[in-house]
């Protein structure tokens, strides 16, 4: 079928090998297209929130409050104040004489309460609207409970969801270089952009530890307040989700000059290339001799297990739809090691160079989309009709509803997908969902039989 695209949205759309490639992006969401992006407010919760022992604090209007509860299954193996969601509950008094005050007794009666480490608090859009010193009202806390307080300029109607990443790590940066570094190894490194899903940054670190690297800080899973603190002391920055990180890896190259390194955990040949690349940052050649036993012990169990899942998959078709661009590069690679054709690849926040890789890794005829909405995916999905959807919550009833099947590969998920063990867990996953029987019974499967 014809897939039905609006007008305004032509330039957001590519089909590999039709034109010469040309992608527009960072846009704002088309009015009335139920944009599948999400406003600034959004992007810094999804990136802060994780740090385990701080406080964080909404001010504005309860629903934007439901928007945090547990958002993430950021899993932590101590504290568990990110898990609360708190918020000053503006009401339409609030708006009309503003909300300091209630922000103020909201932070003195939460720190009493909790003894967070430090306090974050998200601006949005009433209280850009109405105009609320954020600044002054921490700044008047933290010097009275002697902790850090810190606004976050998050108010959605300032852009979008990337808008947000770069209010967090602005916010995150204040933390930065005020901590003692002493005893921390030449060896080390901070990892940024990895969110402990389903514990993920537990396995990153073990390896880690066996190629003999100290891990300072986790921002921003399982995070810690006073390891940001001392985050500044560490040798090289790992960079996994850039989107949202790597604004405060470039802040840190500039001020600290800790050089950054971009990774990825996801599949085999990425994970793989991030282990061997911080080897050869440390030119340690003892640790790229681990580094190797390492990746190959794991190949080894991992790669017998991978040959079964191929024998199935393999000419299988896959669409992609995810948040950040730099998933969706080790998306396509582990679909390619399955012997799966990726048919359909997008993000919510890729950047011209996100898609110009893209654009290099896939296949002729692959549709490459940015900041797609329910109806062109509908469209896209039925046109090449595919085995598999990979998305996050907003994209599973789309599939669900076309009788397609999904993989979750969003905040809710339960089950690790990164390193070695998650290319594993992903195939199986992958697997027990494409040779499902139930698909043969979907209207679009019976239609094609008759």
């Keep these: ?49 994780p740090i385990a022992d701080a406080l964080h604090l909404v001010h504005g209007p309860i629903g934007c409050a439901a928007y945090t509860w547990d958002i993430r299954g950021a899993l932590s193996s101590g504290p568990e104040l990110h898990r609360l969601s708190f918020s000053t509950d503006l009401q339409e008094r609030d708006v009309i004489f503003g909300g300091e005050k209630k922000l103020y007794r909201a932070l003195m009666e939460l720190i009493e309460r909790h003894s967070p480490k430090a306090a974050f608090v998200y601006s949005t859009c009433i209280v850009g609207l109405i105009g609320d010193d954020l600044e002054g009202v921490c700044k008047k806390v933290s010097k009275k409970k002697g902790i850090p307080v810190l606004p976050v300029q998050s108010e959605g ?17 204040r933390l930065v270089g005020a901590g003692d570094t002493t005893g921390i190894s030449k060896k080390s490194l901070n990892i940024l952009g990895d969110f ?20 300072v800080a986790n921002i921003t899973g399982d995070g810690r307040v006073d390891d940001l603190r001392r985050a500044h002391g560490a040798a090289l920055n790992v960079v996994q989700c850039s989107g949202a990180t790597m604004d405060l890896a470039l802040m840190m190259e500039e001020v600290y000059g800790i050089p950054h390194l971009r990774v990825s955990y996801f599949g085999v040949e990425g994970m793989a290339e991030s282990l061997y690349s911080v080897a050869r940052f440390f030119d340690d050649p003892e640790m790229m001799a681990r580094t190797r036993e390492l990746v190959r012990e794991e190949l080894a169990e991992l790669y017998p297990r991978l040959q079964e899942f191929r024998r199935a998959l393999t000419g299988k078709k896959a669409a992609i739809y995810v948040g950040g661009a730099f998933k969706a590069f080790s998306l396509v690679k582990a679909f390619r090691l399955l012997g799966m054709e990726v048919v359909l690849v997008g993000s919510q926040t890729g950047t011209p160079a996100d898609y110009q890789e893209l654009h290099d890794i896939t296949d002729e005829g692959t549709i490459i989309v940015d900041d797609s909405n329910p109806l062109e995916l509908s469209s896209f999905l039925k046109e090449k009709d595919v085995d598999i959807f990979v998305g996050g919550v907003k994209e599973r009833p789309i599939a669900y509803k076309l009788g397609v099947g999904f993989c979750d590969h969003n905040h809710e998920r339960k089950e690790a997908l990164e390193g070695f063990v998650g290319m594993l867990n992903f195939a199986q996953e992958v697997y027990n969902t494409v040779m499902s029987p139930v698909w043969q019974f979907v209207p679009r499967k019976v239609r094609k039989a008759a």
């Design 1 to 49: 079928m014809e897939p039905v695209i609006f007008e305004e949205r032509q330039t957001q759309i590519h089909r590999k090998g039709t034109q010469p490639f040309d992608l527009a992006c960072n846009k704002d969401s088309l009015a009335g297209a139920v944009s599948q992006r999400a406003c600034v407010f959004c992007g810094s919760r999804v990136v802060l929130y």
């Design 157 to 173: 109607f300032k852009g979008n969801k990337r808008a947000g990443y770069h209010a967090a790590c602005q916010a995150m940066f």
């Design 196 to 215: 402990n899903l389903a514990g993920e940054i537990w396995i990153i670190r073990e390896y880690f530890k066996r190629m003999g690297i100290e891990v």
